[in-house]
């Protein structure tokens, strides 16, 4: 039988970004065809994770023989800060570096360093955060702070060790997690949020334990609902724990009253403990999608911007890092596609039948663990 060595990686198909003629530079001001402006940044700095959590990278996949991406495909941190530098002008006042795990890309500290001393054009700094798993997250919480972090938030899916170490797949402790979640409160890291996705059947026994354990330590623990984000975690209807039913349950034991949102497009619906023990979110994109404020850009390890975490297709910012464009080019690209965007596929799913997605013909949909969570 004859052997075939790809030549290229035809995992993700990407867009050549065009150049637009006449443009005059980033006025901060950029709204897409619905009138949502850009103002979140996601940088995914690495596509491998130490966890194999099946609802993200299932073990069955991301195997022993999967080809992550080479070093040399990675946007390294120069190029980073440079379309950092690019969206910051177009109005981005908000970057989270995410991944994969983000605590495994090496020197990660330089990186927050550059990003920490960039301005918006009003000259206020960036708000910058990571999201992690914690399992690094307790021998470098002090340097991350140093190098100019602000928050972190962390994913817990359960403090019953069995499940959580199942729910990993790689039999990491509960314990080592929290030792990392009371390091980053040490050293200022702080609101800590605590991300927990539920599944039916698999966790939502957690609900209360998580609940009961994170009240009145200043942490705000968020339920966020299973998603069915990629192309290979076998997602199911049945298994997404609606988030009303996840408030239900809390305030039959801890009474809650609504909160409003931090700001527009805040991705959690806030809720409060009436007792004033802190508070609670939810992020309900399965049963209330929101795309209508929207204002999220995800850039993946290899410098593909995506305008959904839903999209099949990002489009290659690397190839106009790489060649000769000036800022003002790259820029002009960007704003054209922002300005083009009009994604809302959470909104389009909960307008089919259960069980069905849209896709588009031909494409699969990126992982979360390359796009960035
Ligand atoms: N490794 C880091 C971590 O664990 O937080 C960052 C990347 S991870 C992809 C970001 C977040 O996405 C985590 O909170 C994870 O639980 C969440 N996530 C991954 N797959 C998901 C899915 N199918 N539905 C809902 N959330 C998901």
Redesign the pocket.
Known sequence: MEKFIPVADIRYASRAPVIPAGFSGPTGLLEDTLGRPLRDLRISVTDR?N?R?S??MPRQVFDKNYAFLPQSSLLNFEEIERLARIFVAHGVEKIRL?????LLRKNLEVLIEKLARLQTPAGKPLDITL???ASLLAKKAQTLKDAGLQRVTV?LDGLDDGIFRRMNDVDFPVADVLRGIEAAQRVGLAPIKI?M?VKRGTNDGEILPMARYFRNTGSVLRF?E??D?GAT?GWRMDEVMPSAQVVARIDNEFPLNTLDANYAGETAERWRYSDGSGEIGVISSVTQAFCSDCNRARLSTEGKLFSCLFASQGHDLRALLRGSYADEQIAAAVGLIWRSRSDRYSELRAALPSDTRPVEPGLKRVE??YIG?
């Open positions: 994770c966890f959590c609802y993200c995410t991944g994969g795990e983000p999201t992690t798993n994913s991300n996705v966020i299973y998603m984000v975690n979360m663990s969570g």
